[in-house]
């Protein structure tokens, strides 16, 4: 069935070093893709969404890149923060059916100081 | 614009209770869906709107029940309460299909 999984379920990383956090999925129909950060006690919050027809796309601080080749997608954080703590999910959205996400399980970011 | 309102944030329920979980959003928009979220994994859909009047099955629909009178407001129904369904809820819209959507603060849920 659809499925989107993570390779590493935790990453811990030094305060000021670059995180990276991958992604696959299994969809090859899904033509947008998206990274939530989620805090503890907290609903989801929007990092940074990705369409089928890019492979990069960069906001502050973050990228992200999409390998639709071998149905990959990694989100890549510059100068972490302690304040970057935090579960990432990834999402992906199949084709024509309303915009429903598909989540991954997250992968648990810790930032040591 | 607060964004998207869920209430209650917690609620203890017997097994065989029933309740509704409220969710509103002030941005106008379309798309409004159920999420659960169980303890150390992903989100997943239950319930999903395009629109008033129009709504659809998710991944895990089974013991819910969704209504979209409104555009602002998307209530989510439990008839029969079951302890699979503690759960953290959380409720989102988006203005358009594949663009972000937005969470509330989610309803912590536990059936005993």
């Known amino acids: 069935g659809e499925s989107v999984g993570l390779h590493l379920p935790t990453l811990s990383v030094q305060e000021g070093d670059n995180s990276i956090i991958n992604c696959a999925y299994s969809n090859s129909a899904s033509d947008y893709f998206i990274w939530y950060k989620q805090e503890s006690g907290k609903g989801p919050q929007f990092i940074i969404d990705i369409r089928s027809n890019m492979d990069k796309r960069q906001g502050q601080r973050v990228t992200v890149l999409l390998n639709k080749t071998v149905k990959h997608l990694s989100l890549q954080i510059a100068a972490t923060q302690p304040g970057d703590s935090a579960v990432y999910f990834c999402a992906e959205s199949p084709m024509g059916q309303g915009g429903k996400l598909i989540f991954g399980q997250g992968t648990e970011l810790s930032v040591k100081p | 614009n607060a964004g998207v309102t869920q209430t209650p944030k917690f609620r203890i329920l017997k097994i065989g209770q029933s309740m509704t979980l409220q969710c509103t959003q002030d941005?106008?928009?379309?798309?409004m869906y159920w999420y659960r979220q169980d303890p150390g994994m992903g989100l997943k859909l239950i319930y999903y709107?395009?629109?008033?009047?129009?709504?659809d099955k998710g991944e895990v629909p089974n013991g819910y029940n969704v209504s979209r009178s409104t555009t602002e407001d998307f209530p989510l129904r439990l008839e029969l309460a079951a302890p699979s369904q503690t759960s953290v809820y959380f409720c989102a819209s988006s203005y358009m299909v594949n663009n972000e959507q937005f969470f509330g603060p989610g309803t912590r849920l536990t059936v005993l």
């Open positions: 709107s395009v629109g008033a009047g129009i709504t």
């Open positions: 941005m106008n928009h379309n798309y």
